[in-house]
């Protein structure tokens, strides 16, 4: 319980919103007869069955002790259910509900969740496009009113090469009543190179593994980012979020280039008053301090009413229609 509190302190400190558990019993999760599919180099048990026993201790005294902490350190309290009697227990004390990959096919646990009516978030690891959309039609018939996929790749750890990240944009084209994220296991680098393109593809939701000691041994903790991570996270977020602050574009930041940069039509040489201007007679220049360049076939053919200089920005007072403009 210590351990657990200090994680959800680390990770309120470093800029989470949320500290997410998962809730379990290895006897309602996996069978005797469940083999790893893990990295076993990094966690050598062999079996799912095992592995949970070594952690399913918390029961809903624990988890609710969590949530009052959570509620202390100013982040949500989530954690996934893996079984209905968690979905119970867990209902009260979080404000959305976390499907894990693995269960995207388990209809009764996501009706359970759909049914509390509290918005859920759904993985989608090791899935398919129809697998996604049976998951999300069974949560709305329970009476889901909300919901979110991550993409996910269900490889602990997921390598680079393998994390497919464009899916982000497939989820939201197929999906667009959905909000779209991403639940990360890529062994992260040193500004998690893995959640900043997910970011900057759109993922509105990003969830990562958090741990206090990278080296410890499990199934977990190697492949997980912790407090300095995602402190270097948060920095370049930060930028991001001000660099892609909104669709549009303000020309106001703008405004000098638009007036200095750009060109105006000058003349290429003197021109008298009356001659008929030609093209030769033109040349576009910066500033745009004169005629917009975008009007030089209209000043073509007209009449200069004064004597132009050459290198002379053009302006509309110095000329005038012809009566062949005026007739055509």
Known sequence: MDLAKRLIDEAAQAGAHAAKFQSYKAGKIASRNSPAYWDTSKEPTESQYKLFQKYDGFGEAEYKELARHCDAAGVDFLSTPFDLDAVDFLDPLMPVFKIASADITNVPLIRKCAGTGKPLIMSTGASTLPEIEFAVKTATEAGAESISLLHCVLNYPTPVEHSQLGMIRVLKRVFPECAIGYSDHVVPDKTISSLEAALLLGASILEKHFTHDKTLPGNDHYHAMDRTDLVNFNAKASLYKQMVSKEG??????????????????AAREITTGEVITEDMLIAKR?????SPVFWDDVIGQKATVDIGEDDLLQWNMISPTSATVRS
């Not at 574009?249 to 000058?266: D, T």
């Not at 500033?287 to 005629?291: D, E, S, T, V, W």
């Open 287 to 291: 500033p745009a301090h004169g005629i």
């Open 249 to 266: 574009k303000s020309l106001s930041y703008e405004a000098a280039a638009r007036l200095h940069a750009r060109r105006s039509i000058v």
